[in-house]
């Protein structure tokens, strides 16, 4: 009788359910909003479960397949944070009916999706931060992704709110001089540091438009926005190295970076910050990579390997990697 994988992406916005065959073939998926426990929509562990269940009955359903068909999954999810949410999430899992899976902050997805061994780390640097690892003895780490308490200050928000604090320092505290400024301004739509104050507080801040504004100027020279594009490349690496050496990898340590700010970075002031922190504190040998492949690749890949005792070979890699950006395409 045929058997099936379930590969499992679920974000804070969106979620991927993909389904293929244990030979790597694709045979449907589907995109959904999130399934995650913290989102006000969800608004529990059981409520996740509810989610997850109903979709993946969906897309076994609409199939003809049920959940015994299926001989694993791996689960990528937003806020599996701390080892009570794993395990209240693991139990979703089961409830639903998988008994060979894995379930872990989508950040490990990275790591199975680009590594070339299936371990390393992955530091995502995206609206928040979080690193994670994986070594030879499938064992696993994290550090971040709970706050400014973890180091978490990297990733969209942080930046954000960096660049209005530049400007802010600038008018108010004897900052440095900074072309951050202006953006800010701009972007509030004031001319004068006396409209900062109410600005801040009662208008959104457009965060996309700051990073690429701190990006811009510290292209040009700008050293409050180099300063802090490198503060945050190394609080990222402090974190990443932390996991490096709380599990054991064996070198070359594959480093995964993945998540918009990494992805779209326009300088490079961050990233050689990041590199230079993680070369100091492990003195390892590592291979940087910048993710290129959709997260959603890895949790098809782990749950193939789950369901086969064997990491993927390349050759099936590239397979499965096909299919799923012809599904993404869809999108």
Known sequence: MKKYIIGVDGGNTKTDYLLFDVNGNFIDGMRCGTCSHEAPSIGSFEGAYLEMNKQINLLLSRNNLVIED?????????????????KALEEAV???????????????????AASKTGTGVCSIN?????????????????????????????????????????????????????????????MYGIESKKDLSNAIVGKKVDSTYLIKALFSCANEG????????????????????????????????????????????????????FKETVTKLTNKNCDFIVLKEPPVLGAVLWALELANNELPSSDLKQFVLNQVIAYQNRF
């Open 126 to 186: 995206g609206t928040g931060t979080v690193n994670v690892g994986i070594d030879e003895d499938g064992n696993w780490m994290q550090v971040g992704g709970i706050g400014y308490v973890a180091g978490d200050e990297a990733g969209g928000s942080f930046l954000a709110r960096a660049a209005v604090r530049l400007a802010f320092d600038e008018c108010f505290r004897f900052g440095p001089k900074t072309k951050v400024t202006e953006y800010v301004f701009k």
């Open 94 to 112: 089961e409830k639903i009916g998988f008994t060979k899976y894995a379930v872990v902050n989508d950040g490990f997805l990275g790591i199975k």
């Open 70 to 86: 299926v001989v694993s999954g791996a689960f990528g999810l937003a806020g599996v944070d701390a080892p009570f949410q794993k």
């Open 222 to 273: 700008d050293e409050a926005a180099i300063n802090v594009l490198r503060t945050a490349g190394e609080n990222m690496g402090r974190s990443i190295s932390g996991c490096i050496f709380e599990i054991n990898i064996v070198e070359p340590i594959q480093v995964i970076l993945a998540g918009s700010v990494w992805a779209k970075a326009t300088n490079n002031e961050m990233l050689d910050s």
